[in-house]
């Protein structure tokens, strides 16, 4: 990467204000390109209906060889940032973020997105809302990169009819394939963390009549983990795996182990959202140099 490591949290805020609704037709998608990415606002829904979520999303479709960067970026780069502008009574969530891919360059490994990505967020909208339409405006801000690394910018917009009743927009199936890759709730696993010199673990219980083929942890805070370092998977007894980690020789330490556990099963893959406390074991020293154990990485 040409560009060193920056690291900020994503932002998504709701601009409450007067909005000059557009006039009266069809609602229309705007989009503006970046050097290598194209950054669009899109929703799940053909209109906005009073009184109910508005679910919306910043669209990133990325030239063949480009990325675009994951809430923690890992050893390089910045998050994707949104700033909404909203009507009057209009509230927007967090920006939620699918599980990311790993981009390896050299000694630099990073977390983000390659082709395209959807980031969805969920928009509130009030009992009462004035006019036949609805215009959405969002602000995004990027970092792409491939051997090299720009920062990217887009104003977006939406517009959308107001109606009592609402049926699926044209992104529709983008957001019910994005939903598969969004971190969930461990229910029927079974996921602790423990502090075991010279690194971490965290032991998997899958659901009974699962086998974990492949999995990789992402840790939601930077300078927690060794990112090059290789994450091996090994069979634990009862039914469990161990899934071992390496600290970041120069991070923090830390009490619990947030992040997103990557999974593959003979019935899919799927992303569970981990907290987990550290149980256990020594805590190796801030710059204590910290040596892959003897396994197999999967």
């Known amino acids: 990467m040409s560009l060193p490591a920056v690291r900020h949290g994503p932002i998504v805020s709701a601009v409450a204000g007067a909005i000059v609704l557009a006039a009266a037709g069809a609602s229309a998608e705007a989009s503006s390109p970046g050097p290598h990415v194209k950054a669009s606002l899109v929703a799940e829904s053909d209109a906005v209906v009073p009184g109910r979520r508005l679910s919306l999303g910043i669209r990133l479709k990325m030239d063949p060889g480009w990325h675009t960067y994951w809430s923690n970026p890992g050893d390089s780069g910045v998050p994707t940032k949104a700033r909404l502008t909203l009507p009057d009574g209009f509230a927007a969530g967090e920006l939620q973020w699918p599980a990311p891919e790993r981009f390896v360059t050299g000694p630099i490994v990073s977390y983000g997105y390659s082709g395209e990505v959807l980031l969805p967020v969920e928009v509130r909208v009030p009992a009462t809302v004035h006019g036949a339409e609805v215009r959405l405006l969002a602000r995004v801000d990027w970092l792409e990169c491939q051997e090299v690394c720009l920062p990217g910018r887009a104003e977006v917009a939406l517009t959308l009819p107001v109606r009592p009743a609402a049926g699926p927009g044209p992104a529709a199936p983008l957001f019910a394939g994005t939903r598969r890759l969004l971190p969930v709730a461990p229910a029927g696993w079974s996921i602790t963390a423990s502090a075991e010199a010279p690194?971490?673990?965290?032991?998997?219980?899958?659901?009974a009549g699962e086998e974990l083929e492949r999995a990789h942890f992402y840790p939601l805070e930077p300078r927690v983990l060794d990112h090059a370092q290789p994450q091996t998977l090994e069979r634990a007894p009862a039914g469990r795996y161990r899934l071992r980690l390496f600290r970041d020789p120069n991070g923090v330490a830390v009490e619990r182990l947030a992040g997103v556990l990557v999974v593959e099963t003979r019935s899919g893959r799927?992303?569970?959202?981990?907290?987990?406390?550290?149980?256990?074991?020594a805590r190796p020293r801030v710059g204590e140099l910290i040596r892959p154990p003897r396994s197999i990485e999967r």
């Open 199 to 207: 690194g971490l673990a965290l032991s998997v219980g899958p659901p």
């Open 270 to 281: 799927r992303a569970l959202r981990v907290d987990a406390a550290l149980a256990g074991g």
